[in-house]
């Protein structure tokens, strides 16, 4: 078994990992071939184009790593499915967008993987304050 040296945590578009900020100084400070891990990072997200790709990178001790996919972050898919450039400064006073019941289930059945939640009436929950405090409403 290979010894752990550290696990990095990346968002970065899908299909374009390139050597550049952030991707290149976070793995470059621990000796990893960059464009080996952008190559692959490239290959298996290039049918998910347009989506924000959280990576989970571990780095062993003999310099080599292996990467974990996970889905789009909340506010990334509320922001699509809401049609809006980004969430409201101010979410109390203006509201950015509106999103549905049925749109909320639908990113709940996505992110059920990733979430803390025990069914789907929670992870709703988890969407729907992520959505409140983005300043998008939610309508039936």
């Known amino acids: ?5 550290t696990i990095i945590k990346l968002q970065i578009p899908a299909g374009a990992a390139n050597p550049a900020p952030p991707v290149g100084p976070a793995l470059g400070q621990h000796g990893i071939n960059i464009a080996q891990f952008c190559q692959q990072f490239n290959e298996a997200t290039k049918e998910m184009t347009g989506n924000i790709i959280p990576a989970e990178i571990t780095i062993y001790q003999d310099r080599t790593f292996e990467f974990k996919l996970k889905t789009s972050p909340v506010s990334d898919l509320l922001r699509k499915a809401a049609g809006i450039e980004k969430g409201s400064g101010d979410p109390l006073k203006n509201k950015a967008g509106k999103v549905t ?21 929670a ?11 983005m300043g998008i409403e939610i309508i039936e």
Do not use: F, T, Y
């Not at 992870?123 to 405090?133: D, Q, T």
């Open 123 to 133: 992870a709703e929950k988890i969407i729907e304050g992520s959505a409140r405090s």
């Open 1 to 5: 078994m290979k010894l752990i040296k």
């Open 101 to 121: 019941k049925a749109q909320i289930h639908e990113i709940a059945e996505k992110k059920m993987v990733d979430l803390n939640a025990n069914d789907i009436e």
